[in-house]
């Protein structure tokens, strides 16, 4: 951490001729040659999340929007929200029905026993911030009973039409493609089965024979006879 946060004291020279430290450096391995991060070409190897390491395939995280559903950032200063544990109380509603069919020919149970019987405790999770306190009950988000559950997202207004737009634009590079590869069809000359008109019957054959002084087959089956 000390080199991110203390000043440049050793500085190294790229070929372009940019000075930076060499935490910032990248050593090429075809041009054996220190670059910096203007001349080097960054490549995708593979999407994971640098909370939970969890390797996500390109397809999925183009679908995620390059986001993790378990993995959040506090709205508030950005630090990485913890999952937090609370036990509350819940009153199940089967038991109201129950308790009312079961007044007649029982004995009435004390009123502090029967709350009792009622209540089940369950553990909720919700979001909480360990840098600045904020949590996800302080803008009404509801707790969840599993803690690797599908927090709810808020619903932008423009989402629709953010949706509309990029499938528009879709269907015009896919237009705009094709018109280019019927394009350079056209341009394209087509390829003949014979290179010259003269391969149809065979002179260019005859005068490559001649040439190499080899006599024409043809001259000698018509000469036998006479």
Sequence with gaps: M??????????????????SPLTKLYFCRYCLKIRCGFCVCHEVDSHFCCNCLENIPSSEAKIRKNRCNTCFNCPSCQHTLSVRASSSTVVPAA???????????????PPAAAAVAKQITRKMYYLACLNCRWSSRDVGIPDQSVATG???EPEYANATRFGLLLEH??????????EKQELWRRKTP???KFPSLTDRTGLTVSMIRRQMGWTDSKAQIKATPS
């Design 2 to 19: 000390a080199f991110f946060m203390l000043p440049n004291v050793v500085e190294y020279a790229c070929v372009c001729g940019l000075l």
């Design 150 to 152: 599908q927090w709810p």
């Design 95 to 109: 038991t109201a029905p129950a308790a009312a069919a079961g007044e007649e020919g029982k004995k009435e149970e």
């Design 190 to 192: 087509k390829t003949s």
């Design 169 to 178: 634009y879709q269907s015009v590079v896919l237009h705009e493609k094709q």
